[in-house]
């Protein structure tokens, strides 16, 4: 079922080559509502928590440690069908295999280092949003 709302990090990469603004361009062009945004840092032990579900995954390590290594711009956005829509918006995870126009294929590097975060799913959206933002947080 289709829900309105989906959660996004700007990665550390991404914000330190300076694409905050194109991404955030890229995302309200897109016809997503910004109701809450934060810029923050994670530390290894809140990546770590974050990403919990790739603990097996061979990249986990690498991964958290990435995610902590600078800061980030964390969002929750609302649009109809926010959650297939947005990863449309973001492409593949591998900025490689990204379509044209796409924001990893603007503005990721790598499969690891791959700009910004899009939530999977409606319940990850939900969980993914309450790690980062308190009620009073959301417009
Ligand atoms: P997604 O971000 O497109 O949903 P996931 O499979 O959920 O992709 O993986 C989470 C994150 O882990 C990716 O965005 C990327 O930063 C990293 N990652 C995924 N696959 C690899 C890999 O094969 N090598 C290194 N990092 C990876
Ligand atoms: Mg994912």
Redesign the pocket.
């Given at each position: 079922m289709a829900t309105n709302r989906t959660f996004t990090m700007i990665?550390p990469d991404a914000v330190a080559n300076g694409h905050i603004g194109g991404i955030l361009d890229k995302i309200i062009k897109g016809g997503f509502k910004i109701v809450a945004m934060k810029y923050t840092q994670l530390t290894p032990e809140t990546a770590g928590k974050f990403?919990e579900?790739?603990k097996e995954?061979?990249?986990y390590n690498?991964?958290v440690s990435?995610?902590s290594s600078g800061p980030i711009v964390a969002a929750i956005l609302e649009k109809d069908n926010a959650i297939e829509d947005f990863?449309k918006l973001?492409g593949?995870?591998?900025p490689a295999k990204a379509e044209a126009g796409t924001i990893r294929n603007l503005f990721a590097k790598?499969?690891?280092?791959?700009a910004?975060?899009?939530s999977?799913s409606d319940e990850n959206a939900a969980i993914e949003g309450d790690f980062f933002f308190s009620a009073a947080e959301r417009f």
């Amino acid at each position: 079922m289709a829900t309105n709302r989906t959660f996004t990090m700007i990665k550390p990469d991404a914000v330190a080559n300076g694409h905050i603004g194109g991404i955030l361009d890229k995302i309200i062009k897109g016809g997503f509502k910004i109701v809450a945004m934060k810029y923050t840092q994670l530390t290894p032990e809140t990546a770590g928590k974050f990403y919990e579900v790739h603990k097996e995954r061979p990249f986990y390590n690498d991964l958290v440690s990435f995610m902590s290594s600078g800061p980030i711009v964390a969002a929750i956005l609302e649009k109809d069908n926010a959650i297939e829509d947005f990863r449309k918006l973001i492409g593949a995870t591998d900025p490689a295999k990204a379509e044209a126009g796409t924001i990893r294929n603007l503005f990721a590097k790598s499969i690891d280092a791959n700009a910004i975060h899009g939530s999977d799913s409606d319940e990850n959206a939900a969980i993914e949003g309450d790690f980062f933002f308190s009620a009073a947080e959301r417009f």
